[in-house]
RNA sequence: GGAGAGAUGGCAGAGCGGUCGAAUGCGGCGGUCUUGAAAACCGUUGACCUUCACGGGUCCGGGGGUUCGAAUCCCUCUCUCUCCGCCA
């Protein structure tokens, strides 16, 4: 969430940031603005109140001691009527607390200066593109016509088992998948990065830290019965490492990459986008995430950018970069570039990568801070990147290198699969 | 799932219901010494809210309670450890 100091202080520009996210906060800002102050003379009307009773608490030991009942005795009856009072003061603070946090946590975060306005996916900025968009043969089939003819991903199979958004992968589907995972984590290992394998389930706390709860709930599957969510991307497990985590300035940067299922229930969504492996209920993903030093998180978003580009041009991929639009934002971040491939057969392009910089955003919710050289604590920088997400990979993989003989694996891939052909 | 023990500052680890935001050690920072470093010695070192400041308030796993007063007593939740059971 925002930092209450930033809109306390720079009204206007919160305001006028939000607009480009398409968010009239006016209203919202100064019930903010209104409830902080609310807060703050609650909180002096309670001090003082709760200043008084420790001062009384003292000299009632002392009169005990001395061997002044009476006294004491006196000062009791004072303290009583403090507590009532500091009981009431205590929950009217605690109302406007709320209050005030509820209406924070509505606020989404500020686009960065370079985000251009707009209202949906129509108005993203293209800020680089290349590769070869291939020319396929004209008997040419899209993806999920290639994985029944080759039998390496089986959409009906998972329908049966579980549900639509559930393949099977299998054969040289299956190895392929498990290759694509060793080679983007081997890249991020030699980029630097820790490994991690995170759990798949995260509390609501977590949820929270990362900004999918509240707002996002019905995106998550919920096992209720224990009260935990099935996490939508491994950032939720990785970023929330840090949760409430006091870090030093020689920390930074921190580099994690993790690989993991995702899971999304995608409600509402259906259609020809969702077709095969477009979107899915469960897909598998490599993250990478970063925390970082304010000053210095956007040299970092730069550098996981051209981390995921070179993954693209390894991988023989056409594709293209989009700095997202304040409409197509996600809710948490400051800036985003979205990677996308082309799928010759379908004859489209499909996002396979997202990479953010949320600035002290989710900081500020986990209370991830970092003492500076100053000794002065401070809210650092979360960023976070597919690098990649499997599925549209796979399917842009299938389509652009369909052959007579078969699909071609690309160079750097072969040694993860054991194989050059498909077929 | 059953029985028991525990949760204290960056870490380790003390702490009779009042003077404990908390001993001590380590680590960190500053200094003395040294060509430099190490060692030794001296000093310093929690977070948050509020205030121009002085100051005030909150925090000893989370929540609630007892008390004039709780790190210390009670309840509850979560987590950790030990033993038993089950199990990849």
Not at 48 to 77: H, M
Not at 313 to 325: A, H
């Amino acid at each position: 969430m925002l930092e209450l100091q930033t809109i306390r202080e720079n009204r206007a520009f919160v305001i006028e940031r939000l607009a480009v996210k398409n968010v009239e906060a006016t209203a919202v800002v100064d019930e903010i603005i209104a409830l902080d102050q609310e807060r703050r003379n609650r909180q002096k009307e309670l001090d003082d109140v709760l200043a008084r009773s420790n001062q009384l608490a003292k000299e009632i030991g002392q009169y005990f001691k001395s061997g002044q009942r009476d006294k004491a005795e006196e000062a009791k009856k004072e303290t009583t009527e403090l507590k009532v009072k500091s009981k009431m003061l205590a929950e009217d603070l605690d109302q406007v607390v709320e209050q005030l946090n509820s209406r924070l946590v509505e606020l989404p975060n500020l686009p960065h200066a370079s985000v251009p306005s707009g209202k949906s996916a129509e108005d993203n900025e293209k800020v680089h593109e290349e590769g070869v968009i291939p020319t396929l043969a004209e008997n040419a089939i899209p993806h999920w016509e290639l994985a029944d003819k080759y039998q390496i991903i089986d959409f009906n199979l998972g329908s049966k088992v579980t549900g639509a958004g559930f393949p099977f992968y299998r054969g040289k589907g299956a190895r392929l998948q498990r290759a694509l995972i060793n080679f983007f984590l081997d890249e991020a290992l030699d980029a630097g990065y820790l490994e991690y394998q995170p759990p798949l389930l995260i509390n609501e706390d977590s949820g929270f830290g990362t900004g999918q709860l509240p707002d996002k709930e019905g995106q998550m599957y919920y096992a209720g019965e224990d009260k935990l969510y099935l996490i939508p991307t491994a950032e939720v497990p990785i970023t929330n490492i840090y949760r409430n985590v006091l870090l030093s300035e020689s920390d930074f940067p921190i580099k994690n990459v993790a690989y993991s299922n995702c899971f999304r229930r995608e409600a509402g969504s259906y259609g020809k986008d969702v077709r095969g492996l477009n979107r899915l209920h469960q897909f598998d993903k490599v993250e990478i995430v970063q925390i970082q030093h304010p000053d210095r998180s956007y040299e970092t978003l730069e550098q996981m950018k051209e981390h995921v580009a070179g993954l693209l041009r390894k991988l023989e991929l056409p594709f293209r970069i989009l700095r997202l639009c304040g409409g197509d934002m996600s809710f948490t971040s400051a800036l985003t570039f979205d990677f996308e491939v082309y799928s010759a057969a379908q004859k489209r392009w499909l996002e396979v990568s997202s990479v953010s910089n949320f600035e002290s955003y989710q900081s500020n919710r986990m209370k991830l801070r970092f003492k500076d050289e100053l000794g002065k604590t401070r809210l650092a920088h979360t960023l976070n990147g597919s690098a990649l997400a499997l599925p549209r990979i796979v399917a842009a993989l299938l389509e652009n290198n369909q052959t007579e003989a078969g699909i071609r694996i690309p160079k750097a891939l072969q040694r993860y699969t054991g194989f050059e052909l498909i077929d």
